[in-house]
Every structure is written in structure tokens, then in C-alpha cells.
């Protein structure tokens, strides 16, 4: 596995002439047609395109959850196209903290019993877990409601628990789904205010919507459309 140096600048992300095809032939499918783009440590940015634009195909891209067919995605150092399946689990449960529309809480689990699951996946001590679930709780809002079951919360509160989860592992970029898709206004934004709160922290957020509302709350955003990238602005928000 090859490094790259990193100077001038620190970037969490780094995509280079990107390609994504699925199939082959006259029913082959290029969902990303050559993207290029950098995102640096502590940005906000939000990549946003309608349905078939090639948002979700780059999202599972920066999730090390699919790789390119060609091109190239390092994410700090590291080169995806040239990490096996182990090393890619191992880059998504350390470097990335993923964010879905549904919460993906398990149920009949306490709060803090799901934000500690991902320091169990990587042999935390119990101690330890429980400590850093309670920091990452307060972190969120919640400090209060560490013992509530998903059942026991409104919507809001379960995707600050699944945020909070996201966030336990301290890793190199939150990487958040339509974290918003389903909840109410108020909800919403309440949600954005804390995606920006964890921003201002130091964290590099990106999120992924089809919602001008929501990318607008961003420091930047991507627009794709076709597999291309058609717009890539930056604003003081």
C-alpha cells in the first residue's frame, strides 16, 4: 500500500480522474465520469445532485464501501484502489464516521450501548467505551438519555445518538447520508446547527443531499450532475 505526501495542505480527501461504470457493453452504466476533487481537514462541505446524478455512487466512493473502476481516491495517505477488504474495513471503522437517513440504531439497545458498538468492534475496553459513549452523548446534546432506547426518543434525538456514534471513534471525516430525509423542520434544523457545531470543533463534515436547504447550511458545495461535477462553490455560511 502506497502513501502520498502531504504538503501545503492537509487533505481528508483526495479524488483524481475518477470513473465508476457498472456492467459492461451497450447496458454498461458510468455513474462518475471522471471526478476530480480535494476536501481539507475541517471543512463542510455538501455534495449534493438529483436522483441519477452520481451522489450516492461517490458517497459509497468516500465511504471505502465501493472503489473506482478507474482513478484514484486517497483518503488521508492512503490509496483505496490499493487496500484488500480487510484494510478497507479497518480504514471504515477508524477513519470514517457514517451518518444514515434512518438512524441504523439498533432497537431494544440502550443510547449508550450504540454509540459504544464501534469502540467494541475495535476492542475498547468496557471502561473506556462507556466513558467515551458518555462523552460523545454530551458532545451531542444527550447526556441525559445515555439509558433510553431508540423507541424512547423522537427522531431529532435518535439521529443526535446516531451522530454521536459517528463521532466516538474520533475519526478523519463524519461522513453523513440525507441525515435530515427524515425528520421535521424543526428537527432539521436542529440537526444542521449541530452538524455545524461539530464543525466549528475541528471536524471535516460531508454530507450528502439532494436538499438545496440542507447545502446551503454547508461552508461548500459540490454539485454533480450526469457523473460530472457542475458546480463547486465555497461560501462563509
Known sequence: MTTQTQTQKSLVVKVEGVTKVYGAGETAVHALRGVSLEIEQGEFVAIMGASGSGKSTLMN???????????????????V???????????????????????????????????????????VSLHKRRERAREALAAVG?????????HELS??????VAIARALV?????????????????QSTKEI??????????????IV??????????????IRLRDGHVVEDVKWVA
Open 142 to 150: 444527550l447526556a441525559d438519555r445515555g439509558g433510553h432506547e431508540p
Open 208 to 221: 450528502i443531499t439532494h436538499e438545496e436547504e440542507v447545502a446551503r447550511a454547508a461552508r461548500r458545495m
Open 81 to 123: 484502489a490499493e487496500l484488500d477488504e480487510e484494510q478497507l474495513s479497518v480504514v471504515r471503522s477508524q477513519l470514517i464516521g457514517f451518518v444514515f437517513q434512518s438512524f441504523n440504531l439498533i432497537p431494544r439497545t440502550t443510547a449508550a450501548n450504540n454509540v459504544e458498538l464501534p469502540l467494541a468492534y475495535q476492542g
Open 61 to 79: 466512493i468516500l465511504g471505502c464501501l465501493d472503489i473506482p473502476t478507474q482513478g484514484d481516491y486517497w483518503i488521508r495517505n492512503l490509496n
Open 155 to 160: 427522531g431529532g434525538q435518535q439521529q443526535r
Open 192 to 205: 444542521l446547527e449541530l452538524l455545524h457545531e461539530i464543525n466549528r470543533g475541528g471536524s471535516t463534515v
Open 169 to 185: 471513534t474520533k475519526p478523519a471525516m463524519l461522513l453523513a447520508d440525507e441525515p435530515t430525509g427524515a425528520l421535521d423542520t
